[in-house]
């Protein structure tokens, strides 16, 4: 089973500054990994697949980097709306499953 | 545009059953597999189920292999989650989220519900 580990677990930031989140897989995924954003009370959205590919309607601030076991989330320059949990997610063919990563809560500082 | 609903959540005890279901619309829904996804209260996500697009294949999570039984019924776009001898650990908000890519391909979640609440306890 492949364990996504995510960090930091918490990130503190200033609106304007640049936000980088790590997302770590304990083997190869290739570059079939996703990120989600999550508000309080509401559904996950999809903001990356393929590790790069921003989904419809995302803003291009957000951008995915990475393959294999090391990826990369980064928000260049953060907004009000952008403070909220952050998930990777991965599938693996055996056994077939989805996992996500733990998440990563991004804080007003 | 895309929509999906849940709907059937509620208290139950132990031991319990309880069926939750995904009503959507603004795709053809037979073409793409669905996926539940529950989130406990405060906690991350986690995969519970998929089935594709035609219904004749599904896995589950090992949490819940033998207990819960996905299914759909293309003619009414709808997606079900049939679960069995619940648990406390159950407790949590369940997502229907539709897979972004066709079959073989893309293994995201492109759009989700707002989720139904199962809560087990007696």
């Known amino acids: 089973e492949i364990v996504l580990t995510q960090s930091p677990a918490t990130l503190s930031l200033s609106p304007g500054e640049r936000a980088t989140l790590s997302c770590r897989a304990s083997?190869?995924?290739?570059?079939?990994l996703a990120w989600y954003q999550q508000k309080v009370g509401q559904a996950p959205r999809l903001l990356i697949y393929?590790?790069?590919t921003r989904a419809t309607g995302i803003p291009a601030r957000f951008s995915g980097s990475g393959s294999g076991t090391d990826f990369t989330l980064t928000i260049s320059s953060l907004e009000a709306e952008d403070f909220a949990v952050y998930y990777c997610?991965?599938?693996?063919?055996?056994?077939?499953?989805?996992?996500f990563g733990q998440g990563t809560k991004l804080e007003i500082k | 545009d895309v929509q999906l609903l849940e709907s059937g959540g509620g208290l139950v005890q132990p031991g319990g059953s309880l069926r939750i279901s995904c009503v959507v619309s603004?795709?053809?829904?037979?073409?793409?597999?669905m996926n539940w996804v529950r989130q406990a209260p405060g906690k991350g996500l986690e995969w519970v189920s998929l089935?594709?697009?035609?219904?004749?294949?599904?896995d589950y999570a090992d949490s819940v292999k033998g207990r819960f039984t996905v299914s759909r019924d293309n003619s009414k776009n709808t997606l079900y989650l049939q679960m069995n001898s619940l648990r406390a650990e159950d407790t949590a908000m369940y997502y229907c989220?539709?897979?972004?890519?066709?079959?073989?391909?893309?293994?995201?979640?492109?759009?989700w519900g707002q989720g139904t609440l199962v809560t087990v306890s007696s």
């Open positions: 089935i594709t697009g035609s219904g004749d294949d599904t």
């Open positions: 989220a539709k897979k972004l890519g066709q079959p073989g391909t893309q293994y995201y979640f492109d759009h």
């Open positions: 083997q190869s995924v290739s570059r079939n």
């Open positions: 603004g795709f053809t829904f037979s073409n793409y597999g």
């Open positions: 393929d590790a790069s």
């Open positions: 997610q991965q599938r693996s063919n055996w056994p077939r499953m989805y996992t």
